[in-house]
C-alpha cells in the first residue's frame, strides 16, 4: 500500500508543515475565491465585445476574454495582444534557456517524469559540470539562463543552487531559478547568489484537483506552493514567474487564477517584474495513464491574448512544449520571451555528455540560431538580456 491506493497514508495538502515559512498573506484566499466564483459560460459577445473596447481591462473583463463566447473574436484579441505588446514591449523578444543541473525529486506527482516513483536515469551535475554547461551555453551568445532542478532538498539543497547561481554569474547577465518553493531567508540567500528571479508552476489552482495529482512530499502542500512568489518577493527577489499546467483541470479556471495571482501580486509590490508562462500538459516517461483535458492550440492561443491584454506589462514566455510553427507565431502577437537550444535531460550542452532523463518530451528541438533566425524573419528583434545592472 502506497499513498496512490490508500488516501489515509496521504498528509493534509492544505497544512503546512513545520520547516514551511507560513507568511499569512491574503493574496491565496483572494485567488480562490475569484477563481471559484468564476463562470466562464455566463459571458456573452456582448461582454467580450465590451471588454475589448476598454484600455484598462478589469478582473471580469480578463474573464470574459478567457471564455468560450470570446474564441469568435480571436481575431480582434490578436490583433489587440499585437498592439500591446509593443507598446510595452517594442519588437524585442528575450531568449533564454534551462539548464536541468538534477533531476531527483521526493514528489509524487502523476504527470511528472521526475516523481519519486517513475525508474529515470537520475543524475546531479557537480560544479565542474554545472560550470561546463554553461560554458557551452555562453558560446551561443545567450546571456540568460534559467536554472531548474527536481524538487530534492536532500539532493539538491539551497546551498548547491547557490553555487551554481554563482557559477552562472560568471557567464550569464541575468539568472532565473525553477526550483522548489523556499522559505523568504533562503530566497534571499539565493538572490544574494545572483538569482534575478523565480518562477513557480502552481500547476493547477484547483485544491481538490491538486491534492489528487500530488500524493506525497513538499510539493503537495498547496498554500505553502501558492504563496512562494509573495515569499521570493520578500526575499529581494527583482521578478517572479506564474504559470498553471494547461490541461491537469479547467483550463478557463487555472488561466483566470493565474492572472489573478500576478494581478494581486503586482498591486502589492509594483516594483516587481511579472512574468507569465503558458505551458500545456506533455507526455512524460514510462506513464502512458495521463488524460488531460485538451486545450487545444486555438485555446492556448486565447489563454495567451487574454493574459497579454489584462497583464500588458508582463513578460510572456512560450516554450518548447509547444511545435515551432506555433512559437514563431505567438512571438509575433503577445509572447515576448522564447527558449532556444533547451534539453530538459540532465547535462547535455555542447560536447558534454547527458547524465540523466528527461522532465518531459519537448516539441521544439531547434538551436539558438535557427531561433534567433526565426525572429528576426519576422521583423523582430532577438535580445540576449532584458535588464541592465548600474
Same mark, same amino acid.
Given at each position: 500500500?502506497?499513498?496512490?491506493?490508500? %488516501?489515509? !497514508?496521504?498528509? =493534509?495538502?492544505m497544512?503546512?508543515?513545520?520547516?514551511?515559512?507560513?507568511i499569512?498573506?491574503?493574496?491565496?484566499?483572494k485567488?480562490?475565491?475569484?477563481?471559484?466564483?468564476?463562470? #466562464?459560460?455566463k459571458y456573452?459577445?456582448?461582454?467580450?465585445?465590451?471588454?475589448?473596447?476598454?484600455d484598462?481591462?478589469e478582473l471580469?473583463?480578463?474573464?470574459? !476574454?478567457?471564455?468560450?463566447?470570446?474564441?469568435?473574436?480571436?481575431e480582434?484579441?490578436a490583433q489587440?495582444?499585437?498592439?500591446?505588446k509593443e507598446?510595452?514591449?517594442?519588437?524585442?523578444?528575450?531568449? *533564454?534557456?534551462?539548464?536541468y543541473i538534477?533531476? /531527483?525529486?521526493?514528489n /509524487?506527482c502523476?504527470?511528472?517524469?521526475?516523481?519519486c516513483?517513475?525508474?529515470?536515469?537520475?543524475?546531479?551535475?557537480?560544479y565542474d559540470?554545472?560550470d561546463?554547461?554553461m560554458?557551452e551555453?555562453?558560446?551561443t551568445?545567450?546571456e540568460?539562463?534559467?536554472?531548474? $532542478?527536481?524538487?530534492?532538498?536532500?539532493m539538491?539543497?539551497v546551498?548547491?543552487i547557490?553555487?551554481?547561481?554563482k557559477?552562472a554569474?560568471?557567464?550569464?547577465?541575468?539568472?532565473?531559478?525553477?526550483v522548489? %518553493?523556499?522559505?523568504?531567508?533562503e530566497?534571499?540567500?539565493?538572490?544574494?547568489?545572483?538569482v534575478d528571479y +523565480?518562477? +513557480? *508552476?502552481?500547476?493547477?489552482?484547483?485544491?481538490d484537483?491538486?491534492?489528487?495529482?500530488h500524493l506525497?512530499?513538499?510539493?503537495?502542500?498547496?498554500?505553502?506552493?501558492?504563496?512562494?512568489?509573495?515569499r521570493?518577493?520578500?526575499?529581494?527577489?527583482?521578478?517572479?514567474? *506564474?504559470?498553471?499546467?494547461?490541461g491537469?483541470?479547467?483550463?478557463?479556471?487555472d #488561466?483566470?487564477?493565474?492572472?489573478?495571482?500576478? &494581478?494581486?501580486?503586482?498591486?502589492?509590490?509594483?516594483?516587481?517584474?511579472?512574468?507569465?508562462s503558458?505551458?500545456?500538459?506533455?507526455?512524460i516517461?514510462?506513464? =502512458?495513464?495521463i488524460?488531460?483535458r485538451d486545450?487545444?492550440?486555438?485555446q !492556448?492561443?486565447?489563454?495567451?491574448?487574454? /493574459?497579454?491584454i489584462?497583464?500588458? /506589462? #508582463?513578460?510572456m $514566455?512560450? &516554450?518548447?512544449?509547444e511545435n515551432?510553427?506555433?512559437r =514563431?507565431?505567438?512571438?509575433?502577437i #503577445?509572447a515576448?520571451k522564447? &527558449?532556444a537550444?533547451?534539453? +530538459?535531460?540532465?547535462?547535455?550542452?555542447?560536447?558534454?555528455e547527458?547524465?540523466? =532523463?528527461?522532465q518531459?518530451?519537448?516539441?521544439d528541438?531547434?538551436?539558438?540560431t535557427?531561433?534567433?533566425?526565426?525572429?528576426k524573419?519576422?521583423?523582430?528583434?532577438?535580445v540576449?538580456s532584458?535588464?541592465i545592472y548600474?
Amino acid at each position: 500500500m502506497d499513498e496512490l491506493t490508500n %488516501p489515509e !497514508l496521504r498528509i =493534509d495538502h492544505m497544512k503546512y508543515l513545520p520547516d514551511m515559512e507560513n507568511i499569512g498573506s491574503e493574496i491565496q484566499d483572494k485567488v480562490i475565491a475569484a477563481m471559484e466564483s468564476y463562470d #466562464a459560460d455566463k459571458y456573452t459577445a456582448d461582454d467580450v465585445k465590451a471588454a475589448l473596447a476598454k484600455d484598462v481591462l478589469e478582473l471580469d473583463d480578463f474573464g470574459a !476574454l478567457l471564455s468560450p463566447a470570446a474564441l469568435p473574436f480571436l481575431e480582434e484579441m490578436a490583433q489587440r495582444a499585437k498592439a500591446e505588446k509593443e507598446k510595452h514591449f517594442g519588437n524585442s523578444i528575450q531568449m *533564454f534557456t534551462p539548464l536541468y543541473i538534477a533531476n /531527483y525529486c521526493e514528489n /509524487y506527482c502523476i504527470y511528472c517524469g521526475f516523481n519519486c516513483h517513475n525508474k529515470i536515469n537520475r543524475a546531479k551535475l557537480n560544479y565542474d559540470e554545472i560550470d561546463r554547461e554553461m560554458q557551452e551555453i555562453a558560446k551561443t551568445g545567450l546571456e540568460e539562463v534559467l536554472i531548474l $532542478t527536481g524538487e530534492s532538498r536532500k539532493m539538491s539543497d539551497v546551498k548547491y543552487i547557490g553555487e551554481a547561481c554563482k557559477i552562472a554569474k560568471k557567464y550569464f547577465k541575468v539568472i532565473g531559478i525553477e526550483v522548489y %518553493p523556499m522559505n523568504s531567508d533562503e530566497y534571499r540567500y539565493l538572490h544574494e547568489c545572483g538569482v534575478d528571479y +523565480v518562477t +513557480v *508552476f502552481q500547476e493547477t489552482y484547483d485544491s481538490d484537483k491538486y491534492e489528487t495529482l500530488h500524493l506525497a512530499g513538499h510539493k503537495r502542500i498547496f498554500p505553502y506552493r501558492l504563496n512562494a512568489q509573495e515569499r521570493a518577493l520578500m526575499g529581494g527577489m527583482r521578478g517572479v514567474g *506564474f504559470a498553471a499546467l494547461l490541461g491537469l483541470s479547467d483550463f478557463r479556471k487555472d #488561466a483566470f487564477a493565474v492572472g489573478t495571482h500576478a &494581478s494581486l501580486l503586482q498591486k502589492k509590490y509594483p516594483h516587481a517584474d511579472i512574468a507569465i508562462s503558458c505551458p500545456r500538459l506533455r507526455p512524460i516517461i514510462n506513464n =502512458d495513464k495521463i488524460n488531460p483535458r485538451d486545450v487545444h492550440e486555438t485555446q !492556448l492561443l486565447q489563454v495567451m491574448c487574454a /493574459y497579454r491584454i489584462f497583464l500588458p /506589462y #508582463a513578460s510572456m $514566455t512560450i &516554450s518548447t512544449r509547444e511545435n515551432a510553427n506555433f512559437r =514563431d507565431h505567438s512571438i509575433g502577437i #503577445a509572447a515576448t520571451k522564447i &527558449s532556444a537550444g533547451v534539453d +530538459v535531460g540532465i547535462g547535455g550542452h555542447g560536447d558534454n555528455e547527458k547524465k540523466g =532523463d528527461e522532465q518531459f518530451e519537448i516539441s521544439d528541438g531547434r538551436n539558438v540560431t535557427e531561433v534567433y533566425e526565426a525572429i528576426k524573419a519576422q521583423g523582430l528583434q532577438p535580445v540576449m538580456s532584458e535588464y541592465i545592472y548600474v
